[in-house]
């Protein structure tokens, strides 16, 4: 079976450190690129970073740029998102989500989606 | 622009068409994709690429677009299909994904 699970979620003060790590099996982790998107409460969805399969291109939501950090161990199967100097704002709950991606002749572009998504993992920052 | 733009909510009565909408300008560049989200739990992908539905989705769900508008159609709108409804595509650069900010879709 295709899964995802997120773990490393919790509580932390604002300006506080938090490691976010995402499992996956049941497929060729290293073939994939993975996502991570957040969720506050009862907002919608927001992307937050994008890592390719060989951690060659990185990127990241301006919102969050310079203060997270997207990795992965693919000897692991694993993704991971380190997050430094949290904002009250980024109480939010976070799925990471496998990219899929299928060639579009007509469009002559690559259609990415994100087909796997993990159940989520909860961060609060507060004082 | 990277924005995309949804109506907040729309109803259907049971077994009914309904078409959610998602305006963008990278959508004239881009294909959207949709995902369904249910209360509690997380995304589900529902229609990714010109019209492609994931192993599992129900024939009901469709995809089209138009211009700089992408649309969801759900044909015979059943109880279960009761949601919010994401589009998400990406920005002028390709590099970012973009999503709008959602349709909650009541079934009456």
């Known amino acids: 079976e295709v899964q995802l699970v997120e773990s490393g979620g919790g509580l932390v003060k604002p300006g506080g450190s938090l490691r976010l790590s995402c499992a996956a099996s049941?497929?060729?982790?290293?073939?994939?690129?993975m996502n991570w998107v957040r969720q506050a409460p009862g907002k919608g969805l927001e992307w937050v970073s994008s890592i390719s399969s060989s951690s060659s291109y990185i990127y990241y939501a301006d919102s969050v740029k310079g203060r997270l950090t997207i990795s992965r161990d693919n000897a692991k199967n694993s993704l991971y998102l380190q997050m430094n100097s949290l904002r009250v704002e980024d109480t939010a709950v976070y799925y990471c989500?496998?990219?899929?991606?299928?060639?579009?002749?007509?469009?002559?572009?690559?259609?990415?989606?994100?087909?796997?998504w993990g159940k989520g993992t909860t961060v609060t920052v507060s004082s | 622009s990277s924005e995309l733009t949804q109506d907040p909510a729309v109803s259907v009565a049971l077994g009914q068409t309904v078409r959610i909408t998602c305006q963008g300008d990278s959508l004239r560049s881009y294909y959207a994709n949709w995902y369904q989200q249910k209360p509690g739990q997380a995304p589900v992908l529902v229609i990714y690429?010109?019209?492609n539905r994931p192993s599992g989705i129900p024939d009901r769900f469709s995809g089209s677009s138009s211009g700089n508008t992408a649309s969801l159609t759900i044909t015979g709108a059943q109880a279960e299909d009761e949601a919010d409804y994401y589009c998400?595509?990406?920005?002028?650069?390709?590099?970012?994904?973009?999503f709008g900010g959602g349709t909650t879709l009541t079934v009456l």
């Open positions: 998400s595509s990406r920005d002028s650069s390709g590099n970012h994904v973009v």
């Open positions: 690429g010109k019209n």
């Open positions: 049941g497929f060729t982790f290293s073939g994939y690129s």
């Open positions: 989500a496998r990219v899929g991606r299928e060639y579009d002749i007509l469009t002559a572009h690559y259609c990415y989606y994100m087909d796997v």
